[in-house]
């Protein structure tokens, strides 16, 4: 990118471009990490394995790991009356 591409960008492309230049480097280590983890694997008896994510941790396995709960339907249900209840109130 040239210098006046970059003086041309607004926040919010600057935002978009940085973005997917981290995406495209973690694809780069994760890549990295898989044929590693297969060359490892190669010389390791057949009952121990190493996972990449084992081999070298990236942040965003971190991200994949924390899931949100999925509420339940009595939670559903509580969040519809006070949603309701808030409503008639306006």
Excluded: C
Excluded at 13 to 34: C, L, P
Excluded at 41 to 50: A, E, G, R, S, T
Excluded at 54 to 79: A, G, V
């Amino acid at each position: 990118m040239s210098l006046k591409d970059f003086y041309s960008l607004t926040f919010v492309e600057y935002h978009h471009v940085a973005k997917g230049y981290m995406h495209k480097d973690e694809r780069k280590w994760n890549r990295m990490r898989t044929q590693s983890a297969l060359l490892i694997n190669v010389q390791l008896p057949k009952d121990q394995n190493i996972l990449p994510h084992e081999l070298i941790p990236l942040p965003s396995d971190i991200i994949i790991e924390k899931k949100k709960e999925i509420p339940t339907r009595e939670d559903f249900e509580r969040l519809v009356k006070e949603y309701s209840k808030n409503k008639q109130k306006d």
